[in-house]
């Protein structure tokens, strides 16, 4: 994580009605759960719970309701890819939901964003703002959480390129991208020319 990652997460961990979930035994064990490519069902729903605090601060909606629900929702406690009933997507809000009504005292916000949180795949809209939030910053983290190692595969990919052509690229290279491209430009021209 990224040092403002570990700030925000400081930060969370600072709201005792927060820290009381990331705490939890129940919570810490989805680390052994894999959700979204490498990344585990805990670290997901951290990230979420980052993202929302944030949103709902910026938007002066109620910041622990949405860090609560976002951590919880997808607290189902299997592995999607291996157990669990099927048609995950749209069933996991509701199992999500009763576990962590099992575990922790929730408001009607807080349920509504853990039940909710997978719209459109599931029928009922948000009605909270914080809901809404929550929904949005789950989205926006899986996406994340697709794109990182997709990410990682065009930096390789983009390296050896640069090798292969003899352009000497090299991430710690001082020179700037258009630079770059204008030697890729004329090192191509020059050897149409040539041809």
Known sequence: MKNSGMKNLTRLWAVPEIAEILDHEAFRSMKYFRHHGRVSCRDHSIQVAL???GMAERLGADRVAAARAALLHDFYLYDWHT???????????????????RHFKLSRVERDA??????????????????????????????????????????????????????????????????????LAEADGNALLAG
């Open 114 to 183: 853990i039940r909710r949180h997978m719209w459109p795949l599931t029928a009922l809209p948000p009605r909270y703002r914080e809901s809404v939030i929550v929904s949005l910053a789950d989205k926006a983290v899986t996406l994340t959480d697709y794109l990182r190692p997709v990410r990682a595969l065009f930096q390789v990919q983009k390296k050896r390129l640069g090798q292969k052509h003899g352009h000497g690229y090299d991430q710690g290279d001082d020179r700037d991208r258009n630079s770059r491209l204008e030697e």
């Open 83 to 101: 157990s669990g009933p099927g048609l995950h997507g749209f069933r996991h809000p509701s199992i999500a939901l009763a576990n962590a009504q």
């Open 51 to 53: 993202r929302a605090f």
